[in-house]
């Protein structure tokens, strides 16, 4: 099979899959694993898959904006127990930075009888959540993403470069071995890189349905992280390949 056939091939079965290893594609076409490495990089500069540790998914997979009401109960489990070991991390009389997102509210929730915190946040939910509550809390302001909740822009881009933080809880879109953190929008995106820059300390928080994802915007490389918090999924390999510093919830548990 000439290399253009191999690539048409894969291109099919990946989609057809949804995901795919490096070995099984090689012992299904009887190549080695470097030719099916070399065609998935070609076939990923090519707009026509997404690598992932060890195989690929299909560009499809690039996800978007997700309804607020779906992000409340999708992986409501999961983001709860990050949240319990999330709130480890956080120390007496500290300020930190939650992001927008439905896992840093569950981070709010757990926190709202800690009198020595002061939280940041650009996300009028998380605010509206920590209003009776004993924790300081500053609303960055800006512009309001209708539905979601979330606040950006210029207003909100000068508070976070006037402050510093001790903790920054980072909530992720989509996270890529390669690509790294990313975002649905450039304004969102340009949030996060603005919070990572104002704190000590970084923490990615994130369900494992976001991992081997690709969205639109790049915010970070993943070394620019402490580590990341995510739940165990027997499917999910290679996290090592993402950070080397990860630690997994147990939902059994």
């Not at 707009?47 to 779906?70: D, S």
């Not at 109960?73 to 070991?85: G, M, T, W």
């Not at 499917?235 to 993402?242: A, F, K, M, P, V």
Request: proline share 2%; charged share 25%.
């Amino acid at each position: 099979m000439k290399a253009k056939e191999r690539k048409a091939f894969i291109k099919q079965f990946v989609d057809e899959q949804g995901k795919v290893e490096i070995d099984e594609l090689a012992e299904q076409l009887q190549v080695s694993q470097m030719t099916i490495r070399r065609d998935l990089t070609q076939l990923e500069a090519e707009n026509q898959v997404i690598r992932t540790p060890g195989g690929a998914v299909p560009q499809k997979a690039l996800i978007r904006e997700t309804p607020y009401a779906r992000k409340e109960v999708e992986q409501l489990q999961a983001k709860r127990k990050i949240a319990q070991k999330a709130i480890a991390l956080i120390a007496p009389n500290s300020t930190i930075l939650l992001d927008s997102g439905t896992t840093t509210l569950e981070v709010a929730r757990l926190i709202k009888d800690r009198a020595d915190l002061t939280v940041v946040t650009n996300d009028i939910k998380i605010a509206a959540e920590l209003v009776h509550s004993s924790v300081t809390c500053i609303v960055t302001g800006g512009e309001v993403q209708a539905d979601v909740g979330a606040l950006y822009g210029s207003q909100a881009q000068a508070l976070i470069e006037s402050i510093h933080v001790d903790l920054f809880l980072l909530g992720a879109h989509a996270v890529h071995a390669v690509s790294g953190i990313m975002a649905p929008t450039l304004e969102k995106a340009r949030m996060k890189q603005l919070m990572i820059e104002a704190a000590r300390e970084t923490w990615l928080l994130c369900d494992s349905s976001k991992f081997e994802q690709k969205s639109f915007a790049h915010v970070s490389e993943l070394n620019k992280v402490e580590g990341i918090i995510t739940d165990k999924d027997q499917s999910l390999n290679g996290l090592e390949y993402y950070h080397e510093t990860v630690i997994q919830v147990d939902l059994l548990e």
